[in-house]
């Protein structure tokens, strides 16, 4: 459901075929595509490559559907083929460079690093950035010392690229996951509070004002506040405009990001619309 409310492309893989009989693979099949159809989705079982170029430009309605094995390797020619045929993501190269922080390590000898995905810009090795926000909401400068990539050291990496980063002016005990390095330029401001477009997926009974479920955007996982402004509740199925707040501390945000909350049984996704308050 949060695949499909976040408008990701989807493929099924239905593996050990080798190990099914055929009435066990179509029950399988028959089972996936009720399924897929009931989320308005249509799918299309891939037998060759004329099957994949039929889909590969209808991904946001049609599914792939591809039996596999490991063992005698059947289907997996039709899988590679269909993710290098994806469209790939447009890069922004021109935008200073900024990085999520998914881990933190502490290398002896080297020290703090950090790893991510480039999510706009380029990066230099003995480029000068900041990384944050802290607790309160501040940006420190720090230095990347280096950059690696697929355990290689590069001089330079850009949008799109895991990449660990060595970076001196800050200890690994103070770096949070979820934390952005970024150019000097780019300058990034904490956000304590937002406004968003909420659409509840699952829940137990309803949604109302005060509610406390964790948000997940980018690396960031943080418990916030909601406050319903057009409605006393949402129910599952249901959208409504919220106002959210970060319980603990203030994160970067922006306008038009994405994000999924959860807590116990309970799931829905959303967008900034709006900052509301910085730190």
Request: charged content about 25%; proline content about 5%; hydrophobic content about 40%.
């Amino acid at each position: 459901g949060i695949m499909l409310a976040l408008g990701l492309p989807i493929i099924v893989c239905i593996s050990k075929i080798d190990r099914a009989t055929e009435e066990g693979r179509l029950e399988v099949r028959d089972q996936v595509s009720k399924l897929l159809k009931k989320v308005g989705r249509v799918p299309l079982l891939i037998r060759d490559r004329n099957d994949i170029e039929l889909v590969i430009d209808k991904m946001n309605t049609v599914v792939p559907i591809i039996e596999t094995s490991s063992v005698t390797l059947h289907g997996y020619d039709h899988l590679y083929d269909l993710l290098s045929m994806l469209p790939s993501r447009t890069k922004s190269l021109d935008q200073p460079f900024m990085l999520y922080i998914d881990r933190v390590y502490n290398i002896e000898g080297v020290g703090s690093v950090v790893s991510g995905s480039i999510m706009q810009g380029k990066l230099r090795a003995g480029s000068d950035l900041l990384i944050g926000p802290d607790p309160k909401g501040v940006f420190r400068p720090v230095k990347a010392r280096s950059i690696e990539m697929h355990y290689a050291r590069v001089a330079e990496a850009e949008a799109g690229y895991i990449v660990g980063i060595a970076i001196r002016g800050i200890s690994h005990e103070e770096i949070r996951r979820g934390m952005v390095l970024c150019d000097v330029s780019f300058a990034p401001r904490a956000v304590w509070s937002f406004k968003a477009d909420l659409l509840i997926l699952t829940h137990p009974t309803r949604v109302a004002s005060g509610y406390e479920p964790v948000l997940h955007c980018h690396t960031i996982s943080h418990t916030v506040k909601l406050t319903l402004i057009d409605k006393e509740y949402l129910k599952p199925g249901e959208q409504g405009e919220v106002i959210m707040e970060f319980k603990y501390s203030p994160w970067l945000i922006r306008e038009g990001d994405k994000f999924v909350i959860r807590e116990g049984r309970t799931k829905g996704i959303g967008q900034v619309t709006k900052i509301l308050r910085y730190a």
